[in-house]
């Protein structure tokens, strides 16, 4: 039952654990060459959503399809077009890197040079080369996060889950590891990615869910939910013409919504509306003779973004 | 990201070329990943080291005793050397075979749970059954190792005289399905339960059952040693030893197939392949009573086939309170598998999962074997009695019928606050025999204070009571089996609509994709098949 379209799709998706709803009606759908972030507070359901999709958890209600392929009927075929990596490292001793990725390398069926090549282009891709030999319990933290991508990696899948991958790295690793997934997507995979970070988020993610106590409080592009959110981004000026007159028009204009006089020569208005309603309503301003100096608009962070959305209650 | 490589640093892990090591490659990507993943672990792991160092020492240790004593005692190259020598090899080499390696069976399929690693590899493409062999492959390999060491020393007492080579052969070939039959069980009990608690009292049983076969196998040894130089010329020597090894080998499949359905997911199909086992097992039955039949030319074939009886009996009794506990939801998955033909219909649909429907398995799988094991009997007119063995046939299916039908009857109540499992089928098993053997001797005890003294009707329930009045000739075996029968009849009778609505929900087909998994222990047991959803309304239009 092959599908086109969205590599990660999420409909309905429940799990409970005795009476806690763990998960609870979740749906979403991540398509090729889009980061997905998945955003919430500790004990939201992140962890317990991507298990179900990385085949490892099976859901009390609700189907998931990777790449087409349910995980609940057909997980043999889900499995091999998942990448999975897990908020833990467990390895097993006296294991080398490149063992370790040989192994797994075997285990998803590669074989002969493929598999050579395989183990090669992910170390590479992470830096683990000159750690190749290296036991996987002697590794850092940052390394064995590298491993565990590289692991994720090695059978050159469709979509990539990654739980938590950032937490415990330096910013260098970070940045790092922010180019790497971005890499990933550009290469056209599916990328859904949770995470504390939410500013980290901001940066690589086309889409983000929010999701708190087991429910998605809002899903989509970033910039959609932003204004949804934020309907009013607040705008100041500063004006070297009459306050009262800029005071006058703004409050006229429909898109503004409350404005006040900061001092006088600045002020600050609510505005709904996005860059192009914005450069017109300077142009507007301008035309009416004001004379601005200083003009811009701060948007909501997507920390403001989250603290608004949730209310900080953890199951 | 893509960082600079130098050339020596490729070079560093890069295969090295070279045609031994091509070869190796080529050879080694056939093999079991995990199996190559195990090599090269085991071959730096402590435990291996130490062990096969250990017992590299005592075989030589044991060799320079060995000749110093018969040097010492001027027994020059004799017979008897020979003989003591192979048995001290036998000894030693057992330790390893038949004790560390089943335990470090058991261990590394439990670390594998522990550590979290067993999650990754049950995403990747292996099976649930390539896990298994894998493990086992990988003790075996250990196994090999350890054997290839004794392999020269064994040849030594070959030339020192006292035991022929067949002898030797023989010795090595149960040792070894010995060998392979204990790792089995030592993989199966791995995967039973992940609590630490079950967990430690299962590997103190383990070590118990392996100490104990291990004695018991070189008592055996001995026996033969010392005793069997004219079994090599007896032909009954030579089936009973095919035979022991087949048996051996069903159960290390059933062993195997119990561990591979323990490591499919839930909601997937983890019963038919067992059941296809237990009925290879159970013919293991049927065969030696046959052989035993052919053997004996009706001398004792009524006292041996009973034993028989009394061990297929076992078998199947046991296999019922395992499967007591399957999964109860039918996914759309086991549906999609389900026979569609009518007699795919009629003969699979017992092989398909369900604690009824494997109850009605066992059942019918233990009437008809014993049934078959009868008409042998009867074919080769071995019998002094023939009401007696069809009495017998009739009161052990009952005891199947009447113990089976009351643990599913216990069961199907636990369901409602735990999920099954091999504890919970023990704890049901305990529970029937308390009730029905416990209380019943308890009150004879308390009322008569000897028990046994006499039968009354309440023994009925107890099969060591029964059967021993059925064997004997005054006994009232028409009297028992007037009430046994209508009592197993009833307790396997009101499971018949349960049956019934196992076998409709595997008919049941749904256009939906949704699927439920029951979770909260009070769901399990419902029979409900859940609501369809219409989640197709809501795909995206691009679809
Ligand atoms: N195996 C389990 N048994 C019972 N409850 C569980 C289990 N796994 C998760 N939960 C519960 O499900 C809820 C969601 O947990 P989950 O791990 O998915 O959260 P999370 O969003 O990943 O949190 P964090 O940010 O802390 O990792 C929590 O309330 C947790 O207690
Ligand atoms: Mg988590």
């Not at chain 1, 030999?133 to 064995?144: D, F, H, Q, V, Y």
């Not at chain 1, 028009?249 to 898109?255: A, I, N, S, V």
């Not at chain 2, 499992?421 to 308390?434: D, E, H, I, N, Q």
């Not at chain 2, 009322?447 to 000739?473: A, C, G, K």
Request: hydrophobic share 50%.
């Amino acid at each position: 039952m092959k599908r086109s379209q969205p590599a990660i799709e999420v409909y309905n998706l429940h799990r409970f654990f005795g009476t806690t709803r763990a998960v609870d009606d979740v749906s979403f759908q991540v398509h090729p060459g889009e980061v997905f972030g998945f955003i919430g507070p500790n004990g939201a359901g992140k962890t317990t959503t991507m298990r179900i999709l990385a085949t490892l958890d099976q859901p009390s209600f609700g189907n998931a399809y990777i790449a087409g392929f349910s995980v609940v009927e057909e997980p043999e075929q889900a499995r091999l077009r998942l990448g999975f990596m897990p908020d833990y490292f467990n390895t097993y001793p006296y294991v080398n890197v490149w063992e370790y990725l040989d192994f797994f390398a075997r285990a998803y069926g590669l074989r002969g040079a493929r598999r050579h090549q395989a183990v090669q282009e992910v170390m590479e891709f992470t830096g683990l080369i000159s750690l190749a030999e290296k036991p996987t319990r002697a590794l850092s933290k940052g390394m064995k996060q590298r491993l565990c991508l590289a692991r994720a990696l090695i059978h050159d899948p469709d979509v990539l889950i990654l739980d938590e991958p950032a937490a415990g790295l330096d910013p260098r690793a970070r940045v790092e590891l922010r180019q790497m997934i971005r890499h990933l997507a550009n290469q056209g995979k599916a990328v859904l990615i949770s995470s504390h970070i939410l500013t980290e988020l901001g940066e690589i993610c086309d889409s983000v869910g929010i999701i708190e106590q087991g429910r998605l409080k809002a899903a989509g592009p970033l910039e959609l939910i932003r204004q949804r959110i934020n309907q009013y981004s607040v705008l100041q000026l500063e004006v070297l013409s009459d306050p009262q007159q800029a005071l006058g028009l703004l409050q006229q204009h429909e898109l503004v919504g409350e404005v006040h006089l900061r001092n006088q020569h600045v002020l600050w208005a609510q505005f709904r509306g996005d860059k192009v309603q914005r450069a017109q309503l300077l142009s507007y301003l301008v035309n009416q003779g004001v004379k601005v100096a200083e003009f811009s608009a701060q948007e909501g962070s997507l920390e403001e973004v989250f603290l608004s959305l949730t209310q900080g209650q953890v199951q | 990201m893509t960082q600079a490589v130098s050339a020596k640093e490729q070079m560093a892990w890069a295969p090295r070329a070279g045609f031994l090591r091509r070869w190796e490659q080529a050879l080694a990507d056939r093999l079991n990943p995990l199996l190559v993943k195990e090599a090269r672990q085991g071959l730096k792991s402590r435990q291996f080291a130490f062990t096969f160092f250990l017992a590299l020492v005592s075989a030589w240790v044991w060799s320079l005793w060995g000749l110093a004593a018969s040097e010492f005692y001027e027994m020059t190259v004799n017979q008897e050397v020979g003989r003591e020598m192979l048995m001290g090899y036998l000894v030693i080499l057992g330790v390893p075979l038949l004790i560390v390696l089943p335990l470090a069976a058991f261990r590394s399929m439990v670390g594998e749970h522990e550590d979290g690693t067993y999650e990754l590899v049950s995403i990747t493409g292996l099976t649930p059954g390539q896990v298994v062999r894998g493990k086992l492959a990988s003790v075996l390999l250990q196994g090999l190792i350890y054997f290839s060491v004794f392999v020269p020393c064994v040849a030594f007492t070959y030339l020192l005289g006292g035991v022929s080579l067949l002898q030797i052969a023989v010795l090595l070939v149960v040792g070894g399905s010995v060998s392979i039959g204990l790792i089995s069980v030592g993989l199966a009990m791995a995967v039973q339960s992940s609590s630490r608690h079950f967990q430690m009292f299962v590997f103190v049983g383990l070590v118990m059952l392996c100490m104990f076969v291990y004695l018991l196998c070189m008592i055996l040894a001995s026996e033969h040693l010392w005793w069997g130089a004219s079994d090599a010329s007896n032909p009954e020597f030579w089936s009973a030893v095919a035979w022991v090894v087949c048996l051996i080998g069903c159960y290390s499949l059933l062993m195997y197939s119990v561990t591979r359905a323990q490591l499919i997911p839930r909601g997937h199909n983890r019963s038919t392949a067992v059941r296809v086992v237990m009925l290879i097992c159970g013919a293991g039955w049927v065969g030696g009573t046959a052989w035993v039949v052919q053997l004996t030319k009706g001398e004792y074939a009524a006292e041996v086939w009973q034993l028989f009886q009394l061990a297929l009996f076992a078998h199947w009794f046991v296999a019922c309170f395992f499967i007591l506990g399957e999964q109860t939801e039918v996914t759309r998955r086991i549906r999609l598998q389900a026979p569609r033909s009518l007699l795919g219909k009629a003969l699979a649909i017992w092989l398909q999962p369900g604690p009824t429907l494997g109850f009605f398995f066992t059942l019918f799988g233990c009437a008809v074997q014993m049934l078959v094991a009868l008409l042998v009997l009867l074919q080769a007119d071995a019998l002094r009695r023939t009401d007696e063995v069809i009495a017998y046939v009739a009161a052990l299916t009952s005891y199947v019928a009447f113990y089976g039908g009351m643990g599913l009857l216990a069961m199907r109540l636990l369901r409602r606050w735990v999920v099954p499992s091999v504890v919970v089928s023990l704890v049901v098993a305990l529970g029937v025999f308390t009730l029905f053997l416990g209380m019943p001797l308890m009150y004879e005890l308390l009322v008569y204070s000897v028990p046994f003294q006499q039968f009354r009707w309440y023994h009925v329930f107890n099969p060591v009571v029964t059967l021993d009045e059925i064997d004997s000739p005054t006994g009232g075996t028409w009297d028992i089996l007037i009430v046994l029968t209508p009592v197993a009849v009833a307790a396997a009778g009101i499971h018949l609509p349960a049956l019934w609505r196992e076998i409709r929900a595997l008919r049941h087909t749904i256009h939906s994709t949704a699927t439920a998994w029951p979770d909260s222990p009070s769901e399990l047991g419902s029979d409900q098949t859940q609501p369809s959803h219409p989640f197709e309304h809501l795909k995206s239009p691009a679809d």
